[in-house]
């Protein structure tokens, strides 16, 4: 059971802009972070502009930059956006050939289950999931021997 | 997000055998009702039968019957035991490429929800699904028709 490439590489883009905020992120610097090919980061650039969740300034200087603020961002509403299958067995697709379909109630149980799938990616945003910064990372150890010493 | 093809035909097989539970079921009928070759039906009735599903008669008149009655056949443990893959997004395998894994909380989002997807197939067993024989769909009818009758 695998999400498609493609809201793999949306939920990376996502996460990877998010730990910039303070500037623009260009198309090539993405792919080369995460080794895909830039017309993937492109298309799924695209896609997340669309669904409003990224926006893009043209020209030179340019780049891209979470449209809102990663709490207002939605996991399940992601996956929801960029997955283009959810066809969990072949019964799902309109052009089934099972011979069960409509027979048997796999596909409500399997409904049922990626409800529950989806539900739960429903309690989290981008915020919750963001890699932490190096600078936050910094604070948080800073933090630690503070309290070491006190202790 | 699509379940392997070998997940969608064991829960296939499954049901059509679980249909005739006074006789044996042979390889090539299985091939034949759901359109799939007999190499991959001779492949899932193997892993059915290792997994203590599915019990195979050798020879003429020889074939396949459930092993243990529709009720213990739960759903969850046959997605868990025939799925070869759950690695939902690419942080799930032991070769992630990602340049943030460890960093984010991604993974542990997203085995939340496949959780959440296995538990809610764990409620659910073979009887649930099987879909109606001619004999009970007949049965059913009937009770119809009596009501109608008596209202």
Not at 27 to 37: F, M, T
Not at 46 to 73: C, F
Not at 119 to 128: G, I, K, M, Q, V
Request: hydrophobic share 40%; with cysteine.
């Amino acid at each position: 059971m695998r999400l498609t490439t493609m809201t793999d590489y949306a939920l990376r883009l996502l996460m990877y802009v998010a730990q910039q905020p303070e500037r623009l992120c260009t198309i090539s610097e993405v792919a080369r972070v995460h080794d895909i090919s830039e017309a993937h980061v492109m298309k799924v650039t695209h896609q997340l502009g669309l669904l409003g969740w990224i926006e893009t300034v043209r020209g030179k200087g340019g780049g891209m930059r979470l449209a809102r603020p990663p709490s207002d961002i939605n996991l399940g509403a992601v996956v929801r956006g960029i997955e283009s299958d959810f066809a969990l067995v072949e019964c799902f697709s309109t052009e089934s050939q099972c011979a069960l379909t409509n027979k048997c109630q796999l596909a409500k149980v399997m409904d049922g289950a990626l409800q529950s799938f989806m539900a739960h990616l429903d309690e989290f945003s981008l915020a919750d999931i963001r890699p932490r910064t190096n600078r936050s990372a910094l604070v948080i150890r800073r933090m630690t021997v503070k309290r070491e010493k006190t202790s």
